[in-house]
């Protein structure tokens, strides 16, 4: 089983267990994760970074930069030099 099937498996015990009068310090001690583990997940966030960012760095080299970069890096020249001894 996924971590996430278990987790909500484990949260509707430690849910079922809590309305009949246990206490939260006692049902994490037997379910073997922190008190503070069981109420973060029932807070029930969502994860709400981006997938795709829409940041552009402020350095991002433009299409002619770039193009002009390669055209350096396969001169006849400094084809078969690394990067590192292109650079300097």
Not at 12 to 24: D, F, P, Q, R, T
Not at 25 to 51: A, N
Not at 55 to 84: C, F, G, M, T, W
Request: net charge positive.
């Amino acid at each position: 089983m996924s971590s996430e099937i278990v987790r909500k498996n484990i949260l509707k015990l430690v849910n079922e267990a809590h309305a009949c009068g246990a206490s939260i310090l006692r049902i994490s001690s037997i379910v073997g994760y922190s008190t503070r583990t069981i109420k973060r997940w029932r807070i029930k966030r969502q994860d709400k970074r981006s997938i795709h960012s829409n940041h552009n760095p402020s350095n991002k080299l433009s299409d002619e930069e770039r193009k002009a970069l390669i055209a350096v890096a396969n001169n006849q020249e400094y084809k078969n030099l690394s990067p590192h001894q292109i650079v300097p």
